[in-house]
C-alpha cells in the first residue's frame, strides 16, 4: 500500500528558530501534498495544500511567511515553520495524494 | 462553512460490545466521506471511504453509512476488541475539492 513518511517524528526547539519538517511518498508519486495541524483535543486543520513545481496554496488565517512550504519533487514536500513560538507547538500531519489521500505518521513540534 | 461535527467525544465500553460513533456535517454538497483511526502520537489510518453516491460501505468489522440528505454518516463496529481503542475521525470532502474537513474525533476505549 501506499506509505508516506515524516520526519522528525518529533522535535523540541527554542523560541526564535526555524525547524523543517520533511513529507515523503515512499512507493509513489505525489504532485499534490496536504499540509495540517491538530492541537490538542482539536480537529485537524488543513494548512496549506503544496503542489510539485508550483506555490503553495494557504489556507485562510495561516501565514504563508512562516509556514514556507517547498515541494521540489513529486516524493518530498517540506514545511518550515520560521521563527517558531511556543503557539507553534502542535502536531503537524502530511498527507500525499495518490488514489486517494495517505497520511504520514505526523511530527510533534513542542517550541519552548 | 462545512463543519462536522463527531458524538460522543469519548466512548468506554467492555470488550465484545457493538457500537455505533455518529457524524453529522452541515452541508450536504460532499463528495465523499470518510472514517479514520488516529492512535495516540500517530498518523491517520483510513477505514472507510464512502462516495456521495453510496449508501454505506463494509470492512471486516466495520461498516459506515451514510445519509448525505440529513447530513449524518455512522460507523458501527461490531465485536469490540481493546485493540479498536483508537481515536475514529470523521472527515467530508467537498466536490471538486480534495480538501478534506475533519471532527474532533470519538475516543473509543474498549476495556477488557
Known amino acids: 500500500g501506499a506509505v508516506v513518511s515524516q520526519h522528525p517524528s518529533w522535535v523540541i526547539c527554542k523560541s526564535g528558530t526555524s525547524v523543517k519538517i520533511e513529507c515523503r511518498s515512499l512507493?509513489?508519486?505525489?504532485?499534490?501534498m496536504f499540509w495540517y495541524r491538530q492541537f490538542p483535543k482539536q480537529s485537524l486543520m488543513l494548512m496549506a495544500t503544496?503542489?510539485?513545481?508550483?506555490?503553495?496554496?494557504?489556507e485562510q488565517g495561516v501565514e504563508k511567511d512562516k509556514f514556507l512550504i517547498n515541494h521540489a519533487s513529486l516524493t518530498l514536500s517540506t514545511l518550515t515553520v520560521t521563527s517558531a513560538h511556543p503557539e507553534d507547538s502542535s502536531f503537524y500531519i502530511c498527507?500525499?495524494?495518490?488514489?486517494?489521500?495517505?497520511f504520514g505518521p505526523g511530527t510533534r513540534l513542542t517550541v519552548l | 462553512k462545512q463543519e462536522v461535527t463527531q458524538i460522543p467525544a469519548a466512548l468506554s465500553v467492555p470488550e465484545g460490545e457493538n457500537l455505533v460513533l455518529n457524524c453529522s456535517f452541515t452541508?450536504?454538497?460532499?463528495?465523499?466521506l470518510q472514517w479514520f483511526r488516529q492512535d495516540p502520537g500517530k498518523g491517520l489510518t483510513s477505514l472507510l471511504l464512502?462516495?456521495?453516491?453510496?449508501r454505506e460501505q463494509t470492512s471486516g468489522r466495520l461498516n459506515a453509512s451514510l445519509d448525505k440528505s440529513s447530513g449524518r454518516s455512522t460507523l458501527y463496529i461490531a465485536a469490540s476488541q481493546p485493540g479498536d481503542s483508537a481515536t475514529y475521525l470523521c472527515?467530508?470532502?467537498?466536490?471538486?475539492?480534495?480538501?478534506?474537513?475533519f471532527g474532533k474525533g470519538t475516543k473509543l476505549t474498549v476495556n477488557p
Open positions: 452541508d450536504s454538497a460532499i463528495y465523499n
Open positions: 498527507s500525499a495524494r495518490a488514489a486517494n489521500q495517505f
Open positions: 464512502i462516495q456521495s453516491s453510496q
Open positions: 512507493d509513489f508519486q505525489a504532485t499534490t
Open positions: 472527515a467530508v470532502s467537498q466536490g471538486g475539492s480534495e480538501k478534506l474537513v
Open positions: 503544496s503542489n510539485e513545481g508550483s506555490k503553495a496554496t494557504y
